[in-house]
């Protein structure tokens, strides 16, 4: 599986998941794009999953015409110390069938 870690998000968070491919969009070169762009690029590039704290991501794009899984991370902040209560969550899904579209994980 091949995940996305939206620029919103502290690159430690690789660190909490290291049994998966997880790319940054520095790494991908990917900076500054848009999200119907970054969509599509992700698609181009077999990725399947994307990490965010962008909660417009599913009112500003049709997310019916993307074949991908969108995890929408609710914390208070974007720090690493107010993720690591998701990880148990994020894992458990990466380990389910996951389903297209945006998933709210809080």
């Known amino acids: 599986m091949?995940?996305?870690l939206d620029e919103?998000?502290?690159?430690?968070l690789?660190?909490?998941?290291?049994?998966?491919?997880?790319?940054?969009l520095k790494e991908m070169k990917w900076l500054g794009k848009?999200?119907?762009?970054l969509l599509t690029l992700m698609i181009q590039n077999k990725f399947e999953v994307l990490f965010t704290m962008d909660k417009g991501i599913h009112y500003q794009q049709n997310m019916s015409k993307?074949?991908?899984t969108?995890?929408?991370l609710k914390a208070k902040s974007?720090?690493?110390n107010s993720l690591k209560p998701?990880?148990?969550k994020i894992t458990q899904l990466l380990h389910s069938q996951l389903k297209t579209g945006v998933t709210i994980i809080e």
């Open 14 to 24: 690789k660190m909490l998941l290291p049994t998966y491919k997880i790319y940054t």
């Open 86 to 88: 998701l990880i148990p």
């Open 8 to 12: 919103n998000l502290p690159n430690k």
């Open 34 to 37: 848009e999200n119907g762009e």
């Open 2 to 4: 091949k995940i996305l």
């Open 66 to 68: 993307y074949p991908l």
């Open 78 to 80: 974007n720090s690493i």
């Open 70 to 72: 969108i995890l929408l």
